[in-house]
């Protein structure tokens, strides 16, 4: 049996790299999966990909609105919810001196206000036993030059799984991080650019960089009743980049 035969999930940022590979992680598990981003030919290439226990939904976590849409969505086709990958994010390297209000904004409106409110308005669909993904990063426990308001957002993201374990307490919901190092996407050779991006990987303990299925198998096991007896943890996929 499949470790999440008839489960249903929302994984957000589920159109490319980390998002999409635990999305298909998901389903060849056994889920349903309703894929959320903000650019809908990735989402139908995704959706595409992923086949018949796919249904892509458009729109941003910032939206409230948009967040709405999901959740009547989710509820209309499956009734209810199992599992939530609270994935999207954003980020820039822009050193101290050079931050402006505009960056610090976008990174937090997505990073915490947008995963905050994915999170908040999943748990009337949530069943016992449900569990919930937030997607930190390695630099959330490290000081990274050029990224201090990125690292700072998945700081906070840390803090909310410990503070959410506690409000969750008596209803059977599981909250946990995921944190990813550096890891071979569209998104990070974007921000951080490919030949740094490798130099990242050079310096982990493993000398690579880390495939997105990597952290979706990571993603799997916290969906699944193998880490029934997890919550308010961190579980990193970095390669040791943060672990030595």
Not at 101 to 116: C, M, Q, R, S, W
Not at 117 to 144: E, R
Not at 179 to 207: H, K
Request: charged share 15%; hydrophobic share 45%; net charge negative.
């Amino acid at each position: 049996m499949k470790r999440l035969d008839s489960k249903t999930a929302v994984v957000t940022g589920g159109g490319s790299g980390i998002g999409l590979a635990t999305a298909q992680r998901f389903v060849d598990e056994g889920a349903f999966v309703f894929l959320y981003g903000r650019r809908q030919d990735a989402l139908d290439r995704a959706a595409a990909q992923l086949g018949p226990n796919a249904v892509a939904v458009q729109g941003s976590v910032t939206d409230l609105d948009g967040l709405d849409r999901l959740y009547a969505a989710v509820q209309a086709q499956r009734g209810s919810l199992d599992i939530v990958f609270a994935n999207a994010g954003t980020g820039a390297l822009v050193p101290l001196g050079e931050i402006t209000p505009e960056h610090y904004a976008n990174t937090f409106d997505t990073n915490v206000k947008g995963l905050i409110f994915t999170v908040q308005k999943a748990l009337p669909l949530m069943n016992a036993g449900g569990s919930i993904i937030l997607t930190g990063s390695s630099t959330g426990v490290m000081g990274t030059p050029r990224f201090s308001v990125y690292s700072a957002s998945k700081a906070a993201i840390r803090n909310l799984a410990r503070s959410w374990a506690l409000d969750l307490a008596g209803t059977g919901i599981r909250v946990n991080v995921l944190s990813p190092g550096p890891t071979r996407t569209d998104l990070a050779a974007e921000v951080v650019g490919a030949s740094d991006m490798e130099a990242l990987g050079a310096m982990t303990p493993l000398g690579r960089l880390g495939d997105p299925a990597e952290t979706a198998s990571a993603a799997a096991f916290l969906a699944s009743c193998d880490s029934s007896f997890m919550t308010g943890a961190e579980v990193f996929v970095d390669g040791g980049l943060a672990q030595v």
